[in-house]
């Protein structure tokens, strides 16, 4: 049983990391954005305005923060299994 539980706790892990991996290699496009926004963007620095300056960070922002949340989220769980597991050992083998 206890083999079971560790296999699939690192089966779980593994998926995790190619995630967080496929997540990190589609970075390279994130900064390109839509189209509209950063024709506007494009056509508002030509002629010597700067309200678009930013606007690309801040995209990428807002992108971030609901992958951030639902990795702590994850992370907290996977946590808290782990330690629910170990004090479940721990009270079967007394």
């Known amino acids: 049983m ?3 539980n ?10 995790i990391v190619i995630f967080v ?3 990190g290699f589609m970075a390279p496009s994130l900064p390109a954005q839509c189209p509209m926004c950063k ?3 494009e056509s508002n620095l030509a002629k010597g305005e700067t309200k678009g ?3 690309n960070k801040g995209i990428l922002f807002l992108l971030v923060i609901p992958y951030l949340a639902a990795s702590a989220i994850g992370f ?5 299994y782990r330690l629910r597991k170990k ?3 721990e009270l079967n083998s007394l």
């Not at 560790?6 to 998926?15: D, K, N, P, T």
């Not at 907290?76 to 808290?80: H, I, P, Q, T, V």
């Open 76 to 80: 907290a769980y996977y946590r808290n």
């Open 39 to 41: 024709a506007s963007v």
């Open 53 to 55: 300056a930013g606007l």
């Open 2 to 4: 206890f083999m079971l």
């Open 87 to 89: 004090r479940q050992l």
């Open 6 to 15: 560790f296999l699939y706790s690192h089966w779980i892990m593994f998926r």
């Open 21 to 23: 991996l496929v997540i």
